[in-house]
């Protein structure tokens, strides 16, 4: 086998050099058709895509009328293909289609025009064409292909029915087809997205068993465990999830399997298992930032908030760049708030108001505002409710807060007509009860205060 393989290496670089040296010497002239589809046809075999289209553009180019130029035309455009030179690839495969008998097999060349569509982000034309492949021949070599890449289509287009539906088309016709796995666990993924847990439930629990050496394997063990959480399986799902980290614990899915661990005890409340998790957590080596971030909110759900602060402390120093860096100091500085630290506060809630976390960064701006006006730093205090209501899109509550905080700025900063327009806005539209309560009684005292006093009644002059 190795001897072939060098025969074959010393015909295909000795013909190579032919092609790029500009043609072969007169004793050869007869046989050059046939080298330069030799070097093209075993040159894409062994993935040299480059030697293999320089070949076959040579040989379509020199030999339009050679009987072979159909077959050359369908491999040039998946030599270019595998090159991702797309347009061009996409061109071939049309002209293939247009030659009588079409190359390859059948419905081939079209196949490869709707998978070159679809690397080149055209999803709706790719769509198109597989659909009108498996109309036309649903038994072609390349149907179960086809039928994959419809489904794939769909889910770019934003169609997850129309693409479970491609899925559970292919299962239910190509069962024992390679990409059967595949296929199975995207479907289920879908339904997931379709709001479908216990469909998906379905799919994955027999996943590892007829499956156990696939790549997807360990995806589709987090994925069932996070399907049984949301199906209200609570038990199994944790156990699924406990499983997967345990055997998986440098998988990209890893950290949010924690997470869903934590999220799922939290929502439960069960303190014993709570207190495992933390100390699991905590004792994560190496540690991570999502891990110490969960364990801060399970101790504080334990009440252990001295626990919880030191997890979040250790996440700003471990992982200062990491984005949930900011939502730590953000939950510090409203532990600190709540004590009556308000220096603490504002300093902790200052990092957290540049988050690029759109969330993160409105609360800790309202923080930093409540903290300096309780130092009596107003002008501070403005600056940061001003810049929280500023945000586009900000929710109406956030907003109204923001906005009555400001009115109290410049009401102590001696701005009482601007805060009374402020105070007017939050009493007539806020959405919290309260707080519109709260500015009504404002508005209203600084109405009192801005009133000019009463003059004294003029009296009558004695005659």
């Known amino acids: 086998m190795l001897a072939r393989r060098l025969a074959t290496g010393v015909m295909a670089l000795g013909v190579a050099s032919l092609i790029y040296s500009g043609g072969p010497p007169p004793v050869w002239a007869i046989a050059e058709a046939d080298r330069l589809w030799l070097v093209g046809e075993h040159a894409f075999a062994d993935r040299l895509y480059a030697v293999s289209r320089r070949a076959l553009e040579r040989f379509v180019k020199s030999y339009p009328t050679e009987a072979r130029v159909g077959e050359a035309t369908l491999l040039l455009g998946k030599s270019q293909f595998g090159l991702r030179e797309f347009q061009a690839a996409l061109e071939n495969f049309r002209k293939a289609q247009r030659l009588t008998p079409p190359p390859g097999r059948p419905e081939e060349a079209r196949f490869w025009e709707a998978e070159t569509l679809f690397r080149l982000k055209r999803y709706a034309e790719a769509r198109a064409v597989y659909d009108a492949l498996l109309a036309s021949n649903a038994a072609a070599p390349v149907a179960p292909d086809a039928m994959y890449g419809l489904a794939w289509a769909d889910l770019e287009l934003k169609r997850p029915e129309a693409a479970a539906g491609s899925f559970h088309q292919f299962l239910a016709a190509w069962p024992d087809s390679p990409q059967a796995p595949s296929a199975t666990f995207y479907l289920a993924r879908t339904l997931v997205e379709l709001k479908k847990p216990a469909d998906a439930i379905a799919l994955l629990a027999p996943f590892a068993r007829r499956y156990p050496n696939h790549a997807l394997a360990p995806d589709a063990q987090y994925l069932l465990g996070w399907s049984r959480l949301a199906a209200g399986k609570s038990s199994e799902g944790l156990q699924d999830l406990r499983d997967f980290v345990a055997a998986h614990p440098r998988h990209e899915l890893t950290v949010a399997a924690r997470r ?201 002059p004695k005659s």
Not at 378 to 385: E, G, N, S
């Open 260 to 460: 869903a661990i934590a999220d799922a005890l939290l929502k439960g409340g069960k303190k014993s298992e709570l207190g495992q998790e933390y100390q699991s957590l905590i004792a994560q080596a190496p540690p991570t930032a999502e891990g110490l971030y969960d364990a801060g909110l399970i101790a504080q759900q334990l009440g252990r908030q001295k626990d919880a602060e030191a997890a979040w402390r250790r996440l700003r120093t471990e992982f200062p760049k990491h984005a949930l860096a900011t939502r730590a100091s953000l939950e510090l500085a409203q532990a600190a708030f709540k004590r009556s630290q308000f220096k603490d506060a504002a300093a902790l809630a200052k990092p957290a108001s540049e988050s690029d976390d759109e969330a993160v960064r409105l609360e800790a701006l309202l923080v930093v505002g409540e903290s300096e006006l309780k130092q009596r730093r107003f002008q501070p205090a403005l600056k940061a409710f001003q810049a929280a209501a500023a945000t586009e899109g900000i929710d109406a509550a956030l907003r109204y807060r923001a906005l009555a905080g400001s009115g109290l700025a410049h009401e102590e900063l001696g701005q009482v007509q601007e805060a009374a327009r402020l105070y007017a806005q939050v009493a007539a539209d806020s959405p919290d009860k309260a707080l519109k309560q709260w500015a009504k009684d404002r508005l209203a005292a600084v109405r009192a205060k801005s009133k000019p006093p009463a003059q004294p009644k003029a009296e009558k």
